[in-house]
């Protein structure tokens, strides 16, 4: 069974940090490129950040770069987005979700559950 | 690349026909997917490439077109299809969202 567990959230002050986690199992993390998404409160999907198999290829959407880092753990089927200086409206649930490849032309068919942070004094 | 959904949401009846737009605001070929996401729940990958069913998707989800314009099309809709829609591209970075598109029951 495919799993994407995504982990780390919470209630944050402005300014603050926080890492979340994504642990996979059920498919070849390895050989996936993977994508933050977040939503936040009644609002679309936004794109985060992909990061490619090995680590080498790195994209965030522009208004986050100079925040958010993502990075991957290959060894324990992991994947995490360190948020600095976080604010209101990073407030969102946040979804790990894993990029088919060129076969589907990169669609997103793998999901997690979301995990909630909230900016907040 | 801009992606405009629209409508933004629709009062449907169980049966009926359903079509929802997504626009890009340049090309992007075939590179277009549809999600469908439940209160509460993570988004679903439903159709990818514009129109290959993803596994498990029913047959009544259709979509269409190419470059800008594209269909998500229901037909029969049954209560479970009560959803947000969302479409994506997948082109070039930032993978862009629409903005969603509520389906709801008239």
């Known amino acids: 069974e495919v799993q994407l567990v995504e982990s780390g959230g919470g209630l944050v002050k402005p300014g603050g940090s926080l890492r979340l986690s994504c642990v996979a199992s059920g498919f070849s993390f390895i050989s996936s490129t993977m994508n933050w998404v977040r939503q936040a409160p009644g609002k679309g999907l936004e794109w985060v950040s992909s990061i490619s198999i090995s680590g080498d290829y790195i994209y965030y959407t522009d208004s986050l770069k100079d925040r958010f880092t993502v990075s991957r753990d290959n060894a324990k089927n992991s994947l995490y987005l360190q948020m600095n200086n976080l604010r209101g409206e990073d407030t969102a649930v946040y979804y790990c979700a894993r990029a088919t490849g060129f076969q589907q032309l990169d669609s997103f068919d793998y999901w997690g559950q979301g995990t909630l942070v909230t900016v907040s004094s | 690349i801009q992606m405009t959904q629209s409508p933004s949401s629709l009062s449907v009846s169980v049966g009926d026909r359903v079509t929802i737009t997504c626009r890009a605001s340049q090309t992007i070929d075939n590179y277009l997917h549809w999600y469908q996401q439940k209160p509460g729940k993570a988004p679903k990958l439903l159709i990818y490439?514009?129109?290959a069913l993803q596994s498990g998707a029913p047959s009544r989800f259709s979509g269409s077109g190419y470059g800008t314009e594209f269909t998500l099309t229901i037909t029969n809709l049954q209560p479970e299809d009560f959803a947000t829609y969302h479409c994506q591209q997948t082109y070039s970075t930032p993978r862009t969202f629409g903005q969603g598109t509520k389906v709801e029951i008239k």
């Open positions: 490439a514009v129109s």
